[in-house]
């Protein structure tokens, strides 16, 4: 099958990390192992310099026919000024919500070369290969109701209000057990069922979906602050860690800080599965900004982007063995010692971004 993949690098560092993902497209086409049908188009400031919008309705169909967005970044101090509806992140708000993108997936993967630049002991972290599901459309974020109130004595309170409905958790379990068929076979369920009611029915759907359809996956409840602490202290343990919106945001903060830097932090957005064809919407990008810092400049780490491609590869083409193949060269490209500027230790040598991708291509 042809595989259709629409690339979106936008602004700063995203074309310049796009482009090391463009040759390793290219290669595994050249060496038949997969086939893939390409598109590009703008998004964020620079779709605003070429037309005074984010995103185009054209981008967005081509991104509603595709198998796969891969987004690199988008903003910069260019676009400080535009017109609020046009501001660069509305280019990947709007994808999102068209999308439905409303399952986020972030690895925290340490690779063993790097392992010394977590915020945890090496052997606590060194082959660590975890990934936290997170609601991404629901609970605190967006229950109403939500907003501030003046009382009668001239206090104020504020309300926000944690709300999920039996459909949103129940389509979200499903994404974390099928991922982890394709994982290590493990999902562990984090809310707090013993103070919200939001936890209790979280709790019982997740066990219910477990139930009827997932058997065969192992299955554990945690809650949400003992699995922080879990992170922390045992992260190892886990496999896939599926969780709500708020608790997701915090506890994907901290698995990040166990893998060393933003360079190297790959994620994607799953939307609903077609009931007919079982394919869903999805968009992958790098967790990093546009780095308007060194963009320009060929130093970005090009290997969060890589990553990226990578989940495209297991989770939307099913191409497992070419997701394996590719992580696997990131871990011998820095086995080999070779570093971009942001993981290379102080006074060291460091190679710029196409350096850093030539030396994948060629793991
Ligand atoms: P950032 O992630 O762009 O940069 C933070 C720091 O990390 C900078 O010092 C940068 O040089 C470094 N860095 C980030 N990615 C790197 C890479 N691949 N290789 C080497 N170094 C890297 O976050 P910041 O500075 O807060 O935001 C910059 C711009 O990016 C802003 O306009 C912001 O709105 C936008 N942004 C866009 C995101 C997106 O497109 N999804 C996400 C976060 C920020
Ligand atoms: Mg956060």
Known sequence: ATHKLLLLPGDGIGPEVMGEVEKIVRWFDTQGIASFAIERDLVGGAAYDDHGEAISNAAMDRAQAADAVLFGAVGGPKWADVPYRARPEAGLLRLRKDLGLFANIRPAICYPALAD??????????????????????????????????????????????????????????????????????????????????????????????????????????????????????????????????????????????????????????????????????????????APDIAGQGLANPIAMIGSFAMALRYSFGLIEAADMLERAVTNALASGLRTRDIAATGANAVGTAEMGDAVLKE
Request: with cysteine.
């Open 117 to 290: 630049a977590s915020s945890l002991k090496r052997e606590l972290v060194e082959g660590l290969d975890i990934v936290i599901v997170r609601e991404l459309t629901g609970g605190v974020y967006f229950g109403e109701p939500k907003e501030i109130v003046t009382l009668e004595d001239g206090s104020q309170r504020a309300v926000d209000t944690q709300l999920y409905t039996t459909g949103e958790i129940d389509r979200i379990a499903r994404v974390a057990f099928d991922l982890a068929r394709k994982r290590r076979n493990k999902v562990s369920s984090a809310e707090k069922n013993n103070v919200m009611k939001s936890g209790v029915l979280w709790k019982q759907v997740v066990t219910g979906v477990h139930k009827a359809d997932y058997a065969d996956v192992e299955l554990e409840h945690v809650l949400a602050d003992n699995c922080a602490m879990q992170l922390v202290r045992r992260p190892k343990q886990y496999d896939v860690i599926v969780t709500d919106n708020l608790f997701g945001d915090i506890l994907s903060d901290v698995a990040a800080m166990l893998t060393g830097s933003l360079g190297m932090l790959p994620s994607a957005s799953l939307g609903a599965e077609d009931p007919a064809t079982g394919a869903r919407k999805a968009l992958y990008e790098p967790v990093h900004g546009s």
